[in-house]
């Protein structure tokens, strides 16, 4: 007799897909609408994630400097809309001198930790989602925006459907238990369908870009989502937060797009230029 699998998701399915719909949805409304909504919207969601990572860090006796990286992250943000890179790099700059000039009344005691890690928040949380303001600025900037949504997308849901029905072999056991080769192939199939049909009908590109495109959405996505893996196996916790039901925090939905973001913008200038 053939050995059925029993099939565990560690999630509430229906509850996770309603929520995952409604985001999706509120993301369309705001991009396809007003852009400046959308970009509030990406501004909050970056900000209760940098709330979520400064709380699990207090479980380390590690204090980042919050205003000024929540300030400046905000700063670098508008200014990648407005003014471009140039100006989000120099708002970077001085939001780095912010931070470093912030924690000097703490006192030297673990000055260089707190400090190392708010750098480290600033430009993985704010320096990260300049990117999608600068999507949204460019030539097809809401379907820009809207692709790299999709292939983050994409390559979650690929990754997550795969994965619970045919995953048998972990690619990165120590890391992240239940992400496997069996997972990972479902991203990529999903990941190179998106790019291709979307560099082909949303913009101007053509499908073998989108399938560049859909391979490095795919790369970066699963790097996202390790990287969120071993801070919160270092910090000890199973998840940031549990303000999305069936997903967990805010962090453990975006961590992926966090690196999909740069990667998708630097592709789709050259791609588009």
């Not at 400097?65 to 708002?91: E, H, K, T």
Request: glycine share 10%.
């Amino acid at each position: 007799m053939t050995e059925r699998k029993t099939i565990n998701t560690g999630r509430n399915l229906p509850v996770a897909i309603a929520v995952g719909l409604g985001l999706g949805a509120l993301v369309i409304i705001t991009l396809m609408t007003v852009k400046v909504t959308f970009l509030v919207l990406v501004a909050v969601i970056v900000a209760m994630a940098m709330w979520e990572i400064s709380r699990a860090l207090t479980t380390r006796q590690v204090r980042i400097p919050l205003i000024p990286i929540a300030v400046g992250g905000a700063l670098m943000f508008a200014l990648a809309y407005w003014q471009g890179p140039r100006a989000a790099l120099a708002a970077l700059a001085v939001t780095f001198i912010a931070v470093v000039a912030w924690r000097l009344h703490g006192g030297a005691d673990g000055y260089v930790r707190d400090v190392t890690a708010g750098v480290f928040v600033l430009i993985y949380l704010p320096t990260m989602a300049t990117f999608v303001a600068m999507m949204v600025a460019q030539p097809h900037g809401a379907h820009r925006a809207l692709l790299f949504a999709i292939l983050t997308v994409c390559s979650d849901s690929g990754g997550y459907f795969a994965g619970i029905l045919f995953g048998r072999h972990p690619m990165a056991p120590t890391i992240s238990p239940k992400k496997t080769w069996e997972g990972l192939a479902g991203s990529a199939v999903l990941c190179l369908a998106a790019g291709a049909i979307g560099m082909r009908f949303l913009l101007p590109g053509t499908v073998w870009e989108g399938l560049l495109l859909g391979v490095a959405a795919v790369a970066a996505a699963t790097l996202g989502d390790l990287v969120e893996s071993m801070i919160k196996r270092d910090l000890d916790t199973k998840d940031m937060g549990s303000i999305l039901p069936g997903h967990g925090g805010v962090l453990d939905r975006i961590d992926a797009m966090l690196i999909v973001a740069p990667v998708s913008w630097l592709l789709m200038t050259i791609f588009l230029s």
